[in-house]
């Protein structure tokens, strides 16, 4: 990440978001990651300038982020009247993200295994008959 204003995701991120959406993660929730693992704890607006996407897309992420128990939301009440400021970080580090995330692609793995060997099975006693 380079420093400028705000923090931005730089090549090694971008490659790292690419292979999470590959490997089934969506893109916004990897940038989203990508980008809060990086700072302390940020704002959704620091999230959107910095990884590049919308508010919108920034709230889901977030909500992802929170719903898998890899984020945390904390509320700074602004003075005077208004909405309250949410802050973001995470619950763990990336290495621990992504080993829970390794592990569910992993189980996701071996029920496609079981699946097809069901299906050999399956396909061998039609065929037969």
């Not at 090549?11 to 490997?23: C, G, I, Q, S, Y």
């Not at 898998?68 to 909405?83: E, L, N, P, S, T």
């Not at 496609?112 to 099975?121: A, E, S, V």
């Amino acid at each position: 990440m380079k420093r400028r204003r705000s923090f931005v995701l730089d090549e090694k991120d971008t490659k790292a978001v690419r292979l999470f959406a590959e490997l089934g993660m969506p893109k916004n929730l990897a940038k989203t990651l990508m980008y809060i693992s990086q700072v302390e704890e940020c704002r959704s607006a620091d999230v959107e300038q910095g990884a590049d996407l919308r508010q919108p897309e920034v709230s889901v992420a977030m909500q992802e982020l929170r719903r898998r128990g890899w984020a945390k939301k904390r509320d700074i009440k602004k003075k005077g009247k208004g909405r309250p400021v949410h802050l973001y970080k995470l619950t763990q580090d990336l290495p621990g993200i992504l080993k829970s995330f390794e592990k569910e692609k992993m189980k996701e793995v071996e029920n496609i295994k079981q699946d097809l060997t069901q299906l050999n099975r399956l396909v061998s006693t039609i065929e037969k008959t």
